[in-house]
């Protein structure tokens, strides 16, 4: 039998899965309305490219993916755009953003679509572009980019490929019905998965023991795959990326790392099945399934459905009684955050909808003083020290926060879960991050500003000891007119002359005049004249450019911009800075822009 590992702390609340795992999964239908925010992953919002009116299919792309960490949404079924504006999001603030807004036509007509009949026979890269074309994000997270997360350097070495059927959450069953019931598709999308990953040693499928049911399924499917199946103890945060890494192979993911550093790749079952249809059959992610749960529902259950869907669409159709219902919760009870408004819509990271009652879950009891029982550090899976966090938090002592590693907390909620004063502890490091994130972006907005005022001040510096040198030099030949004879008067008219006729042909032919100045340099020169010439040089050498020297140029300085962000990011890495992922935006931005200026150079050399 494999050996598993434990896991520090951790808690075992109550599981209450059984309420919603005991009907099939069911399809929710099509709603009249469907909205589509356009940040539904972590990284740059997607771009809308409708219009209001245009009528759009099902798969249909309405807004494309801006940036290496972006992902395109399409439309879940055909309908018309009605409205591109600002609407209510889940998220725990409540708060409006950019959403497209479709309304069904009730054809449900798909735009064309086929798959890959042998994936093994296309290379990675194309199965990667498949992937990101279909707007696919984890769908057991925050939403990361699955391409991204499975484009790994062909220098980095994959030892094992793991994929997270834990589900550790309370309530939350739809990944549970989903290996029951679809367990050959999970299989199937694990096999493209380890074509694209490659790794060298494993592939695992980790559950934990309370889902019998769907382990059989996946063993049954698994067979003659090389894909193991592997059960654990149920102990919750098991589920977190990191949690699952150790349990299932003994490994930490240093703080601040990413799993592949430690040879490893991670992927939900939701998301599992989402690359599945894309390859196969080039659909794109419009669906998912959400379980619905709580005793403010007649009918606890999970539903397949389209991305967009309004959650009183849900809620409608379990039968939801608003007056027995303490609050609405999006995720479960442990990391999930109440909603403001029912009209919020699904997206691809809603995997729970919660109606609670208020015997279930009661209204939060006002936070007691900290008692420094240490209960919490004993329940934290991450080994934090949370009650030294939240005093931290409490002060706004940020920089004493990143010392404690505030942001290797993966905001499971294990700490005030066992917190015997009831102190919102999660609340305080969610506020906390949050904080500090604005901060770092003040920062680096802070840093361009200041860049562009140096620039300005050195342009307006140069402009000024421009004018002062003219000025110099106007005095000077005054002062030798005046001293001079009548001879003298007229050289200097001669000259003058001169002077005035190069200033005017500089305005047409800037390459002649600098080669003049060069072969003849007026008398009595001076560091004024020198910048002067030295001005003309180079606008003679941006004149006499060609545009294939301009193109080539833009690479170049691109090329070394790309390499001096490389060096600071593997320095940000190995010091463990929280700039990693700044520096890892500000990457994939200038890579964007390297290819781009690429594609113009070669464009004009096929051109001409």
Known sequence: MRKVWDIHGGVHPPENKEQSNQLAITSAGIPDQ?????????????APIVAVGQKVLKGEIIAEAKGFVSVPVHASTSGEVIAIEQRNIAHPSGMAAPCIVIQA??????????????????????????????GIAGMGGAGFPSAVKLGTRDDQVIETLIFNGTECEPYITADDMLMRERAEEIIAGAKILKHLVKPTKETIIGVEDNKPEGIAALEKAAQGSGIEIVSFPTKYPSG?????????????????????????VCQNLGTTVAIYRAIQFGE?????????????????????????SPISHLLELSGYQQKKASRLIMGGPMMGFTLHSETVPVVKTTNCIMAPSAKEIPPPTPAQACIRCGMCAEACPVSLLPQQMYWFARGKEYEKLEAHNLMDCIECGACSYACPSNIPLVQYYRASKADIRQQQQDAIKAEQSKVRFEARQERIERQEAEKEAKRKARKAAAEARAAGNAEAGKVDAVQAAVERAKAKKAATDPAQVAAETAADPAPNGDAAKDA???????????????????????VKALG????KTREKLATAQAEGSDTVEILTETLAKLEIKLVDAKQAYDDHQQKN
């Not at 009730?106 to 199965?127: F, M, N, R």
């Not at 794109?284 to 967009?308: D, F, H, K, M």
């Not at 070394?560 to 390499?563: E, F, G, M, S, V």
């Open 532 to 554: 002067i010439a030295r001005a003309l040089a180079k606008r003679e050498a941006a004149s006499s450019m060609t545009d294939e020297e301009r193109l080539l140029n833009a």
């Open 34 to 46: 469907l909205v589509f925010p356009l940040s539904q992953h972590i990284g740059t919002p997607a």
């Open 105 to 134: 036509d009730g054809k449900d007509e798909w735009i064309e679509h086929s798959g890959i009949e042998d994936y093994t026979a296309v290379d990675k890269a194309e199965l990667l572009n498949r992937i990101r074309q279909a």
């Open 240 to 264: 977190g990326e990191k949690q699952l890494i150790q349990i299932l192979t003994g490994k930490e993911v240093p703080s601040g790392g990413l799993p592949a550093q430690v040879g490893i």
């Open 284 to 308: 794109p992610l419009i669906s998912r399934i959400t379980t619905v749960t709580g005793e403010a529902c007649e009918q606890n259950r999970n539903y397949e459905v389209l991305l967009g």
């Open 560 to 563: 070394k911009r790309l390499d």
